[in-house]
């Protein structure tokens, strides 16, 4: 957005280049995320046999669900602001389309 003395003006194809760029972010994230659990998946149990191996053991399923669902929150709010760019570009790029009148033929 670049402002001027009537208020802003939005330039909708900065929207949506940034609103590509989120989405290859959440996408990013999405793979590490898969990354991450396969690490869970190859290394479990990785606490050891011993007293604080077993302890650590009885709390790790509920530290992972916690990671995941922060991590799933995050993609989700990181997918929520590409969606947002993505309509904003979509409305002002109708919206400055609308102002032009369409060239009649002469005949």
Same mark, same amino acid.
């Given at each position: 957005?670049?402002?001027?003395?009537?208020g802003y003006y939005a330039e909708w194809?900065?929207?949506?280049?940034?609103?590509?760029?989120?989405?290859?972010?959440?996408?990013?994230?999405?793979?590490?995320?898969d990354e991450l659990w396969q690490v869970?998946?190859?290394?479990?149990?990785?606490?050891?046999?011993?007293?604080? @191996? +077993? #302890?650590?053991?009885?709390?790790? %399923?509920?530290? &992972?669900?916690?990671?995941?669902?922060?991590?799933?929150?995050?993609?989700?709010?990181?997918?929520?602001?590409?969606?947002r760019l993505r309509v904003n570009a979509?409305?002002?790029? @109708? +919206? #400055?389309?609308?102002?032009?009148? %369409?060239?009649? &033929?002469?005949?």
């Open positions: 957005m670049t402002a001027s003395g009537d194809a900065d929207l949506r280049r940034r609103s590509l760029q989120y989405g290859e972010e959440r996408d990013f994230l999405r793979e590490r995320r869970f998946l190859r290394e479990s149990p990785p606490l050891g046999n011993d007293q604080y @191996g +077993a #302890e650590l053991e009885k709390r790790l %399923p509920g530290v &992972r669900d916690a990671l995941f669902a922060a991590f799933d929150a995050y993609i989700d709010e990181v997918g929520g602001v590409q969606e979509a409305t002002y790029e @109708g +919206a #400055e389309g609308a102002g032009v009148i %369409p060239s009649s &033929r002469s005949v």
